[in-house]
């Protein structure tokens, strides 16, 4: 068998060496999640931790991996007593795969036999498999919700529960739990966030010379893996040696009243929810106490803590990345934060009437960066970047849903003025009239509903109707396969029943063929990909407007990224149409694209909407299951080509014939409107909004009712 690349020959990535092996030390500290772009050692680094944790004691031919000095009274294997053979082996390193079911990873229970002959018969999951070892779920943001809430209520618990009709099987899971993943695919739940221990973004080195060393010793592996690992299998062991140190030690560490109150001070300082972070940080500050053998926390150790364990955990607007500002963190772990400088107030220079700096707002991170500057000229309001929620607007306020005041709005004849500029393009004002610097979007607020009409079959989410492995129960029908995962016990007994005599029955027991039984059809919600098509023309480039527009896109992205959707970003302007975001679960970069989306130039209607017509045709092969739904944001214009709008008409209707759902949102302003979005919708088979109606209640089945009134 070949060896596994040594932990102690990767290159760099510290933070994560770190937390690795404070998670050995302590499993109670609650995994890692590891955050980075692709290929940079993140799962080579996992793989190589399972050498280094200690070998395992376990109760001959136990499937739960019991340990004989303490065996789980529960053990479906079980019971087992003292007298119990042992044996050792090496700790487990089993991988969840992301197509994983909910039985593979708890395991599953025969409700055939639990049925006809009372027995419950268990076949153990991964969870089982894991127990005393590590677990590794590489890709954890691409798993089902509902895996890895499962996944974490166990990593939390110490044990993974089976349910299935009243038929429950219990048993012991303690492992070590980590999870990686690429942000750029999409991100965790926050509340899934916090249920990580730790958490570390790594990234590839720039420094030339250690890029280098990286390349120079995975070529030395992959020409003689044995002897590679040969060559670093001394400082190998010395870890593992200090590791189960730092285990036999970590019982006798103290954590001082002190460095107690330090670890509340900081995580009150970022305004974490819950106490779920002071616990972490705690255990992981003495963790490293154990780990450098010392047995009282530092205040070191309760600084390194904080880095990893509330980075994610801060309170931030959902399309901001996990960070920490180590200024602010310093300033939370000083000894005294709250007492004034004497030495400065004895100064008689001083003044009582110095102006001071203001402090950040609370909830904001205290970044380098000032906020957005709303209409009013003050910052962007709780929905904007650094807040919290999105509001909605209140009635009869003087700011409409899309992010500006009614003041502001350009006069008519400004207006049809500067589109007149930028439909021109270069000829009437060179390059600056042909594109304008992007603007900045307003604040984002809360919007309606927007589903799929009819009923779907894809991914997990909170978007349209499907049919899904949870949910409400709305009917039953013979399973597609053996053993369901979902048995409609009524079903199955109503089917049994009228055999019973022809059958022979003759005790209390219920006779029972595999042809009876019957799984239970369950509707709940699905995530679905919302495709954006955004015109960036100059019909569109008023600054007031398009603030307004990207105002509603960025509110649709945050409903998308809460509603569990995939979104793609598709823009058109000057001569063609530009796939800017392929269809992805990280709707923050959606935002950023949007925010860095410059205008100008003609508008070229036909162009994106083939464009959108192309990515979803892809998208459909790549993942056929996930229904579509297009968001075309534009005032319907199409001045590009010799037949503009007449091209748009047939690239309309080509999208129409395929059945995607189809929204058109009417960006068109001023008194005189040519209604031309409203043609463009009719063309889809789609309903048509303006901007100010995305913010209203009420918009679930738009789609659907207006397909069954055409």
């Not at 996992?46 to 004691?57: G, M, T």
């Not at 730790?198 to 044995?226: C, F, G, I, Q, W």
């Not at 055999?499 to 039984?517: E, F, I, N, T």
Request: proline residues 7%; glycine residues 12%; hydrophobic residues 40%.
């Amino acid at each position: 068998m070949t060896a596994g690349y040594p932990f102690s020959a990767i290159v760099g990535l510290a933070d994560l060496r770190l937390a690795l092996l404070l998670n050995a030390v302590s499993p109670g500290v609650g995994g890692v999640l590891v955050r980075g772009e692709k290929g940079t050692a993140k799962s080579t680094m996992v793989r190589a931790l399972a050498a280094l944790l200690p070998d395992a004691a376990v109760v001959s031919g136990c499937r739960f991996a019991c340990d004989p000095a303490a065996p789980d009274p529960g053990c479906p294997d079980g019971p087992h007593d003292g007298s119990a053979p042992g044996e050792t082996r090496r700790a487990r390193l089993v991988e969840l795969p992301v197509g994983a079911t909910e039985d593979r990873l708890v395991g599953s229970l025969d409700l055939e036999r639990a049925l006809a002959e009372g027995v419950k018969a268990y076949e153990p999951g991964l969870l089982a498999a894991a127990h005393r070892g590590l677990l590794y779920v590489d890709e954890v943001n691409l798993l089902h919700d509902h895996l890895v809430d499962l996944l974490l209520d166990a990593a939390a618990m110490g044990t993974a529960h089976v349910e299935r009709e009243g038929v429950s099987v219990r048993h012991a899971a303690r492992f070590l739990l980590v999870g990686t993943m690429n942000p750029e695919e999409g991100e965790l739940r926050p509340q899934l966030l916090d249920r990580f221990g730790l958490t570390v973004e790594v990234a590839a080195s720039r420094e030339p010379r250690e890029r280098a060393e990286v390349v120079r010793r995975r070529l030395a592996y992959e020409a003689d893996p044995d002897g590679f690992a040969r060559r670093w299998a001394d400082d190998d062991a010395a870890l593992a040696v200090r590791i189960t140190r730092a285990r036999a030690l970590l019982p006798e560490v103290r954590l001082p009243d002190r460095e107690l109150d330090r670890v509340a001070r900081v995580c009150a300082a970022f305004e974490v929810d819950g106490l779920r972070a002071d616990l972490v940080t705690a255990r992981t500050a003495m963790a490293l106490a154990a780990w450098d053998g010392r047995t009282a926390v530092e205040a070191g150790d309760v600084r390194q803590a904080a880095l990893l364990a509330l980075p994610h955990r801060r309170r931030r607007n959902p399309f901001d990345a996990p960070g920490l500002d180590t200024d602010r963190l310093d300033e939370a772990l000083a000894d005294d934060p709250e007492e004034p400088d004497d030495a400065a107030s004895d100064d008689p220079n001083d003044s009582d009437d110095e102006e001071l700096e203001p402090e950040p707002a609370p909830g904001s991170d205290g970044g380098d960066e000032d906020p957005d500057p709303g209409p009013d000229g003050g910052p962007g309001g709780s929905g904007g970047p650094g807040g919290g929620k999105p509001q909605v607007p209140p009635q009869g306020d003087s700011r409409d849903p899309r992010g500006a005041t009614s003041s502001v709005d350009e006069a008519p004849a400004a207006r049809e003025s500067e589109d007149a500029r930028g439909e021109a393009g270069p000829a009437a004002g060179g390059a600056a009239a042909a594109e304008q610097a992007a603007v900045a979007a307003g604040e984002p607020y809360r919007t309606r509903l927007i589903a799929v009409p009819g009923l779907g079959q894809g991914a997990a989410g909170r978007r349209s109707r499907a049919e899904t492995g949870t949910g409400r129960t709305t009917g039953e029908r013979r399973p597609a396969r053996a053993g369901a995962a979902r048995l409609h016990l009524v079903g199955t007994v109503r089917a049994a029943a009228p055999h019973q005599v022809a059958r022979g029955r003759s005790g209390p027991g219920l006779v029972l063929r595999r042809d009876d039984v019957r799984e239970a059809v369950r509707e709940g919600r699905e995530g679905n990909l919302v495709l954006f098509a955004v015109d960036a023309s100059g019909s569109m480039a008023a600054r007031a407007r398009m603030r307004a527009v990207k105002s509603a896109v960025l509110s649709l992205l945050l409903d998308a990224y809460q509603r569990r959707d995939k979104v793609g970003l598709v823009t058109f302007r000057g001569g063609g149409a530009e796939l800017a975001l392929p269809p992805t679960s990280s709707v923050e970069a959606g935002a950023a694209r949007l925010a860095a989306l410059p205008t100008g130039g003609r508008t070229p209607l036909a162009a994106g909407l083939l464009r959108a017509y192309e990515t979803l045709r892809v998208e459909r092969l790549r993942d056929p299951r996930r229904r579509a739904l297009l968001v075309v944001v534009t005032d319907g214009r199409a001045t590009y080509g010799r037949d503009a709008l007449g091209e748009a008409r047939r690239a309309a209707g080509l999208l129409a014939a395929t059945g995607v759902a189809s929204v058109v949102v009417d960006c068109e302003s001023g008194p005189v409107r040519l209604g031309l979005a409203a043609r463009l919708a009719a063309d889809l088979c789609g309903p048509v909004l303006g901007l100010g109606e995305l913010a209203a209640d009420g918009l679930a089945g738009l789609v659907r009712d207006l397909r069954a009134a055409g």
